[in-house]
Nanobody
Framework: QVQLVESGGGLVQPGGSLRLSCEAS????????MGWYRQAPGKQREFVAS???????TYADSVKGRVTISKDNAKKTVYLQMNSLKADDTAVYYC?????????????WGQGTQVGVSS
């Protein structure tokens, strides 16, 4: 069974930085894409950033220039470095992975990690 476990969330002041991590575990043959989504209170879940197996990165306009996504293939881990954080970045951040296991190709989600930006 595949699991995605996020870490690195917390409370920071505006202008601060956080680095989120997400490790995939289980029987995984290939990871095609990993990414991050977020959901603020009362809002729908929205895309933040993604990175493919060919290192192609994509960012939401709202975070471009402030956020960097990267990955460590050996550790099956994706990172989200967030700088110049704003109050609008406050949300639960979810890791997503589109990958192949021994029985299927599927989208998997983590449980989420809370990010709060407040003075």
């Amino acid at each position: 069974q595949v699991q995605l476990v996020e870490s690195g969330g917390g409370l920071v002041q505006p202008g601060g930085s956080l680095r989120l991590s997400c490790e995939a575990s289980g029987i995984i043959f290939s990871i095609y894409r990993m990414g991050w989504y977020r959901q603020a209170p009362g809002k729908q879940r929205e895309f933040v950033a993604s990175i493919t197996d060919t290192e192609t990165t994509t960012y939401a306009d709202s975070v471009k220039g402030r956020v960097t996504i990267s990955k460590d293939n050996a550790k099956k881990t994706v990172y989200l470095q967030m700088n110049s954080l704003k109050a609008d970045d406050t949300a639960v951040y979810y890791c997503n992975a589109f990958l192949q296991t021994d029985i299927r190709i599927y989208d998997y989600w983590g449980q989420g990690t809370q990010v709060g930006v407040s003075s």
